[in-house]
């Protein structure tokens, strides 16, 4: 793989193979870009900054495992001057992959990243019981390593592995859940140009004073009142004290529209800390 | 192990020697509990409807990793006839296991669960660089894999799977954050018994008829007016359609108090679904 010159490169969460640089590879960045996997989120939005890459791509929340805690906390504490620039919503969907055509009943072994497994439980029970599971770091690595041995293996992967490493795939879209989706978020140095004919959603992560009651109300009645819709609240503790919370708060409209301005406004006035994490099209 | 009669049972999220058990044994139901474990969190949960055991003991939020959105969504939809009769907040500290005692610059391989691996990842860097990393399915099954061999492997997992295989550690508490830990619940077939000396703390999930701006808004007036504070608050998607959510939500407070009964009444009248998941003993 050419990963090319670091100004057009695209930093992933990798390895190569997994549903990141899938959902990157459906919905590429229009500049022809060159994917680039780093081994943890951290590293992705570390070359973001660095300029070892333009965009960065992460998941950020998946409808079966919830919030990706560390992508939230690094964008609220670490990454602040990074932008969300993009969101894409990715269906995951497991194949079973072995080295070659293989049936079923002749599979011993089933290799895949514990989470992986525990996505396709319904199907393995049925299908394939009483089968050896090892697990492996990721899915990528699973279907790897079904792919150099010669012996009845299968992997549970996506369907990129399974083209990358010349496997057949035998069984299809194996998971137990077609709600199974991935939310991921492109990041940037930059923030998004706000295109007036795009739907944009606005991401904001911000602080209280002191968990009193009716905090959470201050704030989210600036919303109601503006007629704002919120997509996602989420309280995470603030690292800051025991007992404190930040407030993850996604909702609908641009930065540049009048009333979003116009509660952000009115939210830093009352509030110690607040960011835009970013306002980007979806 | 004997795991004794089923009616004082306690079903733990297995397999043995992982944290969900190191929770539990930290925190043991009062009436000498037999723990057995299951495999999965919905398991645990069947263990406690069908009266296989008297408590179930899941893990509900990791302080770095968010919520565990099966945890949730199961008690939500499925298992809303069981009951949060407890929670505790239990420390997560990953220990370097060998089979006997063994020197750092000895170690060939580190074996554990993908999630132990990317939590220790500055003490791996620093202290066993370039040394291979194998999966592992738990932490649990890592510590087992190391003591059946006589090789100088290494795993990652708890102090009590160390003892449970006579194992070593060989470094102690490699996590990377010391504000890593898990909150676990305790499910029951009937509630809490509200003791009046105690603190208490109250769950429920609740839905929204349309998700109109100031939804959200509406049910938190309730909880601000009464001066109740909330500990979590979180949305997910309802499953029953796309963009439609459902909020869970933890505040301080008991269900016997008048003011948290008003407001649980309140929000039954203007909501269409509320749940409380249970009023405990923090």
Redesign the interface.
Known sequence: MNHGPAERRVAFLGPEGTFTEEALLANPPGDGPHPFPYP?IKDVLHAVRDGEATVGVVPIE?????????T??LLAFDFGDLAIVREVTHPIRHQLIARGPLELARVTKVIS??HA??QC?TFLDERLPGVE?E????TA?AVRTVSRVDRPWAAIGTRLAADMYECAVIADDIEDSV?NRTRFVFMAREPAAQDLDATYKTSIVCGIDQ????S??LI??E??Y????????????S?VAL?H?I?FIDFEGRVADGPVAQTLKCLACKLPWLKVLGSYPT
Chains 1, 2 share one sequence.
């Open positions: 943890t998946n409808s079966l495992e919830g919030s990706v805690a560390v939230l906390d990243h514990p497994y525990g439980r599971h697990a492996a770091n990721s690595e709600e968990d009193e009651p009716g959470l109300l989210l009645s919303f109601a503006r007629h704002l819709n919120l997509t996602k609240v989420e309280s995470r503790p690292k007992g919370y407030f």
